[in-house]
């Protein structure tokens, strides 16, 4: 009944640290680590890999950089076939920072584009494959972007980028489960050489959904949190869809335990999940960004 | 772009209800009635007509019983095109408390039903029904019956029974989009002549994503509440439902209006909603009953 070439990529720490200024402690990444791995899920995507030179380390936490010395000492003795993944946004990655494939504990590097930006994301994945790293290309906002760029830029990706796997991102909750469906049949449909992912967000409380969507029409990898975390409405719940995925690999139980000892305790201090301003940010296909700053304001319920 | 037949009915009071024992406030049912009014949303549920011989009014709120009374002092004034209606469970309902529908402010009586209930439950209906009413069967735990027994309720509701609308409910908040969409086009295939209605729960944050996919496969009747109040994980939110709707009708802000003043402070004293005991208990397709239980107890996050 399952689909081998199924993928699950735990984005727990990347995208919820995009609550928190990536300041989780090497403890709760380990656990997460640990839970991960027991549980089988094929990659933990672990932080942004960003130029230290851009940003001010006083400023931000290690998930922000991820040193390649900070990621062997999480994974460290914990027996585990799940993958390391890093995301890089263009423009705030320095290349020479990233070692070849052989000398680094990370082995899918994930790079980060608006559409319009498709021709410095191909030169960037160009260069890290090169390097030996499996690679994707997350296209961000794609509810923003007309049919003909769309078209354009997976064309490019098809043709000229050594990616692996190309991700519809639903970067504001936008998407209904028709939407899902006919992006996703647009990229498999000019994709042929390439894997199709989904990530989705939860501002509509679709993110689970528009994942099963996109499963029905051969997305393979597939974006998810502990718990939903993520920024603003957060993501699609990993327990969720390891529960609908009938792959004997998985095994639901070690992210149950995580989520009772660690995400519940840590959602009493940092905030994420269905929040009406979140909804209507997801309605009208807008940033969060507005909205997270109302939540931020003494008219947080307004 | 939108189906005029689409018709949305809030059961925030109803379905509410079973987490406090019915005790709404005069004033809180008043200001949901309002909200609904000027939201141009169709059917308000007040709660159940329960026979107050069965049940002890000292136990219970007054939305356990609705009586005609106190529905009239509650929407008394209110300019309003939304409609009344009630729920009544088989064996729970005196049909002599029901007076003939021209002395009742309700317009609508839903009749709860297991389908191996289905003959008490169109009797009923069709007592309803000639008292000038229109009329619902919501057959509950949909995701208990066999195809064959679910072909055999279908069969007899579309020959023998008045209702106008029959409803897939998923108790347990088990459904898939494939398995929702499967039966609400087996209900359509079978009932020629009544319109199909869907009432999810949201137990894997699937309820208003299954609502979608009743919609795209012509599901007409549309149930849902506000802030997605509602038993254990609650219902499909009201304010997503009328987001995602398009007919011009629906005015979403008074319900953001009533869920910033009403329902965020009543969810701080009581809980609804995506808690891991209930999405487990919608993975197993299990009443919520256990999970309540845990979720009283001293290890409510084990």
Known sequence: MFREKIKVLDCTIRDGGLINDHQFSEEF??????????????????????????????????????????????????????????????????VN?????????????????????????????????????????????????????????LDQLEKECSADVIYIVDSFGFLYQETTEYLIKKAKSILKTKEVGFHGHNNQQLAFGNTI??????????????????????????????GFLKNPKFDIRPILDLISKELIPLRDQIEWGYIIPYAL???????????MDLRESEKKEN
Do not use: Q
């Not at 969507?213 to 390891?242: F, K, M, Q, S, W």
């Open 29 to 94: 990444v380990r656990a997460v680590y640990k839970a991960l791995s027991m549980s089988g899920v094929d990659y933990m995507e672990i932080g942004y890999k960003n130029s230290a030179k851009l940003f001010p380390a006083s400023e931000f936490g290690p998930w922000k950089f991820c040193d390649d010395e900070t990621i062997n000492r999480v994974i460290d003795g914990i027996p585990s076939k799940t993958k390391i993944s890093v995301m890089v946004d263009i423009g705030r990655v320095d």
């Open 281 to 291: 940010a997801g309605m009208y296909n807008a940033h969060p960004k507005e909205a």
């Open 213 to 242: 969507e996109a499963i029905i029409h051969n997305a393979n990898y597939l974006d998810a949190t502990v718990y939903g975390i993520g920024r603003a409405a957060g993501n699609c719940p990993i327990e969720l869809l390891l």
């Open 97 to 153: 920072d990233i070692k070849p494939k052989k000398e680094s504990p990370i082995t899918m590097i994930r790079v980060a584009s608006y559409a319009k930006d498709i021709d410095k994301a191909i030169k960037l994945v160009n260069e890290i494959h090169h390097k030996g790293y499996e690679t994707c290309v997350n296209i961000m906002a794609i509810t923003k972007v007309l049919d003909n760029e769309l078209v354009e830029a």
